[in-house]
């Protein structure tokens, strides 16, 4: 059974990716395929390097494109990334040395991976004046 929700995609990709309640996950379509691979090669090997390293921390690509593009905070990606975790210290409490160390653990290698990636991509240029004597 796959059901269908709108991601936060279409808005600066153009794709729709839907969710899925299965063990298979969802169909990609080929548009949407295409349209990441095109993205992610605008990236260089450095920076492809990091994108990865998030997505594992994350779990998720799209978590992961979002904390990139800046609509998420870090704290908001790990939020999001430990919906069940969250839920069964909710329900069953949490264990301070365990869970807490976690969570700070993954926040940090969150943001530095998601600095590491913006370091990797930005650039820059100097123009030196030329001083008349």
């Not at 080929?30 to 994350?58: C, D, M, P």
């Not at 949490?94 to 653990?105: P, R, S, V």
Request: hydrophobic letters at 40%; glycine letters at 4%; one cysteine or more.
């Amino acid at each position: 059974m796959t059901e269908t929700r709108r991601s936060p995609f279409p808005f600066r990709y153009g794709v729709e990716i839907n969710s899925s309640t299965s063990i298979m996950g969802p169909s990609i379509p080929a548009k949407t395929r295409e349209v990441l691979v095109s993205h992610l090669a605008s990236y260089n090997t450095w920076a492809l390097q990091g994108i990865e390293f998030v997505a594992a921390q994350l779990k998720s690509l799209v978590l992961t494109l979002g904390l990139i593009d800046l609509h998420l905070t870090v704290e908001q990606a790990v939020l999001l990334s430990r919906l069940e975790e969250e839920y069964q210290i909710q329900k069953w409490g949490n264990i301070e040395w365990a869970h807490d160390y976690e969570l700070q653990e993954l926040r940090a290698r969150t943001a530095a991976g998601t600095l590491f990636i913006h370091l990797c991509s930005e650039s820059t240029t100097v123009k030196h004046k030329l001083l008349n004597e």
